[in-house]
């Protein structure tokens, strides 16, 4: 006999993303090729020269976010001496973009393998992130549309009710702006 209630399971449980199912075994198949390719190549040279590939990757990485953070800050701080002078400009600067894609890149040459190296290398080029820019504001624009439409506000629009012993139960709120002519029922309270 069991003495506590037992909480019934959701049977109307949303399905997991795609990103949620497979981003940890990609995750782990890039680890494992890291690693191999690392074994491969100091088999056919030397760990010396894995370790001096790490190093250079690491160095070439930091100068380029180090690069890319004083150029996104130097394009801020133009921007707001022009909205603070009166002066906007009528579009943005060719230069100022692809920033976060350096950024990236040279994160990905800091993270010690030759693959996130080889990707951060082709981050860098200015054609690449042209293609990868436009493709993540395409796919960006496509999820906007299909969001549901609303305010964030209202989505995430919560209500708390205290019960006479103290207990707080949350709970959403759901407005039915349709009521129409149809004479509605009263809803039962709310028990424990």
């Known amino acids: 006999m069991t003495t506590g209630a037992q909480t019934p399971g959701n049977p109307a449980r949303p399905r997991r993303s795609r990103l949620r199912t497979f981003l940890p075994l990609g995750l782990a198949a890039w680890l494992v090729l890291e690693i191999w390719l690392l074994?491969?190549?100091?088999g056919a040279s030397s760990g010396l020269v894995v370790f001096l590939v790490l190093v250079a990757g690491f160095v070439l990485g930091s100068v380029v976010i180090k690069r890319a953070g004083r150029r996104?800050?130097?394009?801020?701080s133009e921007t707001l001496q022009q909205q603070q002078s009166g002066v906007m400009p009528a579009e943005a600067r060719p230069n100022s973009e692809g920033n976060g894609l350096m950024m990236l890149g040279g994160l990905l040459l800091m993270i010690p393998g030759l693959v996130s190296d080889a990707v951060g290398l082709l981050l860098l080029l200015p054609p690449v992130q042209k293609a990868v820019s436009r493709t993540a504001e395409r796919t960006f624009e496509r999820k906007l549309r299909e969001a549901d439409p609303g305010t964030l506000g209202g989505a995430f629009q919560q209500a708390r009710m205290h019960r006479p012993d103290g207990k707080v139960v949350q709970g959403e709120v759901i407005r039915d702006d349709d009521r129409g002519d149809a004479a509605q029922e009263p809803r039962p309270p709310l028990t424990h």
């Open 72 to 76: 996104a800050f130097r394009n801020l």
């Open 39 to 42: 074994i491969v190549v100091a």
